[in-house]
């Protein structure tokens, strides 16, 4: 099992929650697979050189080098807000 477990995504993601939104397992699974993906362009943007204007480095630290633990981590701590599109 992965850790931080659901509780503590869950839990995370309120603290940056939109108004009068409750997150739930799908908004969860949503915002860490966004994030995983912009930390992944990252990494891949330092091995090309490329410019780091458009994506934001991994705001915690960790022993761990994969993008999805790395993204959970982020989100539990309450680092990563969310807004709902429509």
Request: charged content about 20%; hydrophobic content about 35%.
């Amino acid at each position: 099992m992965n850790k931080p477990t659901v509780d503590h995504i869950l839990a995370g993601l309120s603290k940056n929650a939109p108004e009068g939104d409750v997150p739930n397992r799908y908004s969860a699974v949503m915002v860490t697979a966004r994030r995983a993906r912009q930390i992944n362009s990252y990494y891949r943007s330092l091995g090309e050189g490329g410019g780091l204007e458009d994506f934001a480095p991994p705001l915690v630290t960790g022993p761990t080098r994969n993008y999805l633990t790395i993204a959970m981590e982020e989100v539990a701590e309450g680092e990563i807000g969310y807004r709902l599109a429509g």
